[in-house]
């Protein structure tokens, strides 16, 4: 069994569909915290952040890494906050290679469209602006976490998906001579 392939990173910055693509050119089981978490909630993210706040929102977050950072062979994206809590990042590091995606403020931007589904950003009287401040604390834990890094701006999906699987395969056989 391989270790698992996960992607970490602010919001846009390309996670899930990167995700997706590797997992069809691995053939492996594609696993997206925040979509798994929406189905075991039965109700979508915004709707918890409004009815029942970020803290039940974070505990949701930390079982569903729990249960998906015991099992291997999978490729995961995560939800932009797993990785500040110390918990979620010790336990995906043991079971797997870490990737952090990056891209620069307006791509960010471009891609999140519809803040009304971001509640991070939702309340926001100057998105740009709290982009760039909460990018740049979450930074460290980010950069900490992460085996490599690959930027997605402006760039096409199957470059990106190139870089990660190089990477990938790269600190795969880094560990594996370490191991031996
Ligand atoms: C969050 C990012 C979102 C989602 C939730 C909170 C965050 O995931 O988990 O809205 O704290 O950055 P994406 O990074 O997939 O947008």
Same mark, same amino acid.
């Given at each position: 069994?391989a270790?698992?392939?996960?992607?970490?990173g602010f919001?846009g910055?390309?996670k899930?569909t990167?995700?997706?693509?590797?997992?069809?050119l691995?053939?492996?089981?594609?696993?997206?915290?925040?979509a798994?978490?929406v %189905?075991r +909630? #039965?109700?979508?993210?915004?709707? /918890?952040?409004?009815?029942? @706040?970020?803290?039940?929102?974070? $505990?949701?977050?930390?079982?569903?890494?729990? %249960?998906? +950072? #015991?099992?291997?062979n999978?490729i /995961?994206?995560?939800?932009? @906050?797993?990785?500040?809590?110390? $918990?979620n990042?010790?336990l995906?590091?043991?079971?797997s290679?870490?990737?952090?995606?990056?891209?620069?403020?307006?791509?960010?931007?471009?891609?999140v469209?519809?803040?009304r589904?971001?509640?991070?950003?939702?309340?926001?009287?100057?998105?740009?602006?709290?982009?760039?401040?909460l990018a740049a604390?979450?930074?460290?834990?980010?950069?900490l976490?992460?085996?490599?890094?690959?930027?997605t701006?402006d760039?096409?999906?199957?470059e990106?998906?190139?870089?990660?699987?190089?990477?990938?395969?790269?600190?795969?056989?880094?560990q594996?001579?370490?191991?031996?």
């Amino acid at each position: 069994m391989a270790k698992n392939l996960v992607l970490i990173g602010f919001m846009g910055t390309g996670k899930s569909t990167a995700g997706k693509q590797c997992a069809r050119l691995l053939e492996r089981p594609f696993v997206d915290t925040d979509a798994l978490l929406v %189905e075991r +909630a #039965g109700k979508p993210i915004s709707q /918890i952040f409004a009815e029942d @706040g970020e803290p039940v929102f974070r $505990e949701w977050e930390r079982r569903i890494v729990a %249960e998906v +950072a #015991g099992a291997e062979n999978q490729i /995961i994206s995560t939800g932009g @906050g797993v990785m500040l809590n110390a $918990e979620n990042a010790a336990l995906i590091r043991a079971s797997s290679c870490v990737v952090l995606l990056t891209a620069k403020t307006f791509a960010i931007m471009r891609r999140v469209g519809d803040r009304r589904n971001r509640p991070m950003l939702a309340s926001a009287s100057d998105p740009y602006a709290h982009i760039v401040e909460l990018a740049a604390k979450r930074a460290p834990f980010y950069e900490l976490a992460a085996d490599a890094l690959v930027d997605t701006t402006d760039r096409p999906v199957d470059e990106v998906v190139q870089d990660i699987l190089t990477w990938y395969g790269r600190i795969t056989a880094r560990q594996t001579e370490q191991e031996n």
